[in-house]
């Protein structure tokens, strides 16, 4: 069963730009949730989708927003990059609700 | 707020020795997650504890949850090198610890 996959995997903007990050969850899962990790922050949750639905969402600005499509592949955008969006970015899927979750490898973006 | 607080953040041990990792956290809730995180990978889940009292145990670790006390812990029996990673503990999957990061030297 392949896994989660993100594309791409690495990734750099410059101030200013926008971006969009790319999420194809295990085959099957409903679930997909994004999340940005970084040395100063740790994991901070930005947004769950299931069924195309934003179920949840994190305290992120506005410039954050993501969306879910009917194969359950998901997007996350970020527009008018600061350089305090570097960061790693991860998606993970599940099959059920409140089940384990699956992470990608990641997209590590870096913002010049 | 909801916080997640994870101690120690930092921890050297000997193999064959055992530990416990906590995680505290500071509202009601039943779902409780372990993850681990090797250098430079993503994440692998550990555990899934979804129910006061709850434990689970994979070869040398065990985690259960109190949701009374807000507590989870992580236990290490028998330390080996390979379980030096960093491991996170996450309320609802929605607020993350710190991480606490693991050296196990031989």
């Known amino acids: 069963k392949a896994g989660v996959t993100q594309t791409p995997r690495y990734l750099i903007k410059t101030r200013g730009q926008q971006v969009t990050l790319s999420c194809s969850p295990i085959?099957?899962?409903?679930?997909v949730s994004w999340y940005q990790q970084t040395p100063g922050q740790g994991l901070q949750f930005l947004f769950e989708?299931?069924?195309?639905?934003?179920?949840n969402k994190g305290n992120f600005p506005g410039r954050f927003s993501g969306r879910q499509f009917s194969n359950s592949r998901s997007e996350m955008n970020v527009s008018t990059l600061e350089l305090g969006d570097s960061a790693l970015y991860l998606c993970?899927?599940?099959?059920?609700?409140?089940?384990?979750?699956?992470f990608g490898p990641g997209t590590r973006l870096t913002v010049l | 707020e909801l916080k997640v607080e994870q101690n120690p953040l930092f921890l050297s041990m000997q193999e064959g020795k055992n530990y416990t990792i906590y995680c505290n956290y500071s509202?009601?809730?039943?779902?409780l997650y372990w993850y681990r995180q090797d250098p430079g990978k993503s994440l692998e889940s550990l555990f899934v504890l979804l129910s006061n009292g709850a434990v689970k145990q994979e070869g040398r670790l065990m985690a259960s949850l109190d949701t009374k006390a807000r507590l989870s812990t992580l236990h290490i029996t028998a330390a080996v090198h390979d379980l030096s990673a960093t491991y996170f503990c996450?309320?609802?999957?929605?607020?993350w610890g710190a991480g606490t990061k693991l050296i196990i030297k031989p």
């Open positions: 993970a899927s599940s099959g059920l609700i409140y089940n384990e979750q699956f």
């Open positions: 085959s099957g899962h409903r679930s």
């Open positions: 996450a309320v609802e999957q929605l607020i």
């Open positions: 989708y299931f069924s195309e639905t934003q179920r």
């Open positions: 509202t009601t809730s039943d779902r």
